[in-house]
């Protein structure tokens, strides 16, 4: 069976993984992280060219079956994906980390929905946490953020008073927890990304009483069949392997 896993998250890499060598795994990634963590097996990086570049980059490779394994909020590429392999007839699994439950926490529906709440709720000392695109919204709100990414935004995106933060996680609570007292935050901005990779700075937040507001994922398109655990997505492709002509 030959596979296009679409990732650069770990989720990916452990599923791509835990296919090898059985499997045939092409693992996509999108480009936009310098120096990623790579998964065992064949690497492309860069984008398709839209949907009808996706199509042709398909057929070209000969791909059995398609696993998106990427962030909960790429919905751009996981819209183009559905809808490729809807028109080819492939295989298609989404590979969805659950969300975290939101608990007390804001949620909003976007980037700037969240802005708009920090600048009427008058916080000073934001800790934002949205990544490098998610920056903009905030550019004119009259505060202070600490923001972390795994790569610096763009200059122009980036609000007058701010601290960069750049590292990759896991995050731990101990750490978490000292970095909301050291920067004395008061609010703390994040997408509901899902996984226990970040899940830390939102125990810290609980313990040290500072508001959360989160940003809540994007629906995933109508009709696509979504998984929550890597092992769920290894039967599904060992499952599809056996539909392969002359294959399992």
């Given at each position: 069976m030959k596979l296009l896993l679409l990732g650069g998250t770990g989720e990916a890499r452990a599923l791509a993984a835990a296919l090898h060598p059985d499997v045939e795994v092409i693992s996509s990634l999108a480009g936009r992280v310098p120096d990623p963590a790579l998964p065992v097996g064949a690497v492309r990086i860069g984008g398709f060219g839209g949907v009808?570049?996706?199509r042709q980059w398909l057929r070209a490779a000969a791909i059995d079956a398609v696993v998106d394994a990427t962030h909960p909020f790429a919905a751009t590429i996981t819209a183009h994906a559905a809808q490729v392999c809807a028109?080819?007839?492939l295989?298609?699994?989404?590979?969805?980390?659950?969300?975290?439950?939101p608990g007390s926490a804001v949620v909003v529906g976007s980037d700037v929905e969240a802005a708009e709440t920090v600048a009427d709720n008058r916080y000073s000392r934001v800790f934002l946490t949205t990544g490098r695109s998610g920056t903009r919204a905030f550019k004119d709100v009259d505060a202070w953020f600490l923001i972390r990414a795994v790569t610096a935004p763009d200059a122009a995106t980036l609000p007058a008073h701010h601290e960069l933060l750049l590292s990759r996680g896991p995050y731990h609570y101990e750490g978490e927890l000292a970095l909301l007292r050291e920067h004395r935050i008061d609010a703390l901005v994040t997408k509901n990304s899902g996984g226990a990779m970040t899940q830390p700075k939102l125990d810290a937040a609980a313990t040290a009483g500072v508001p959360v507001i989160m940003v809540d994922r994007p629906l995933?398109?109508?009709?696509?069949?979504a998984v929550g655990t890597v092992a769920e997505a290894v039967d599904w492709v060992r499952r599809s392997a056996q539909g392969c002509p002359g294959r399992g």
């Amino acid at each position: 069976m030959k596979l296009l896993l679409l990732g650069g998250t770990g989720e990916a890499r452990a599923l791509a993984a835990a296919l090898h060598p059985d499997v045939e795994v092409i693992s996509s990634l999108a480009g936009r992280v310098p120096d990623p963590a790579l998964p065992v097996g064949a690497v492309r990086i860069g984008g398709f060219g839209g949907v009808d570049g996706m199509r042709q980059w398909l057929r070209a490779a000969a791909i059995d079956a398609v696993v998106d394994a990427t962030h909960p909020f790429a919905a751009t590429i996981t819209a183009h994906a559905a809808q490729v392999c809807a028109d080819l007839a492939l295989p298609h699994l989404v590979l969805a980390r659950p969300a975290w439950s939101p608990g007390s926490a804001v949620v909003v529906g976007s980037d700037v929905e969240a802005a708009e709440t920090v600048a009427d709720n008058r916080y000073s000392r934001v800790f934002l946490t949205t990544g490098r695109s998610g920056t903009r919204a905030f550019k004119d709100v009259d505060a202070w953020f600490l923001i972390r990414a795994v790569t610096a935004p763009d200059a122009a995106t980036l609000p007058a008073h701010h601290e960069l933060l750049l590292s990759r996680g896991p995050y731990h609570y101990e750490g978490e927890l000292a970095l909301l007292r050291e920067h004395r935050i008061d609010a703390l901005v994040t997408k509901n990304s899902g996984g226990a990779m970040t899940q830390p700075k939102l125990d810290a937040a609980a313990t040290a009483g500072v508001p959360v507001i989160m940003v809540d994922r994007p629906l995933l398109p109508a009709g696509v069949q979504a998984v929550g655990t890597v092992a769920e997505a290894v039967d599904w492709v060992r499952r599809s392997a056996q539909g392969c002509p002359g294959r399992g």
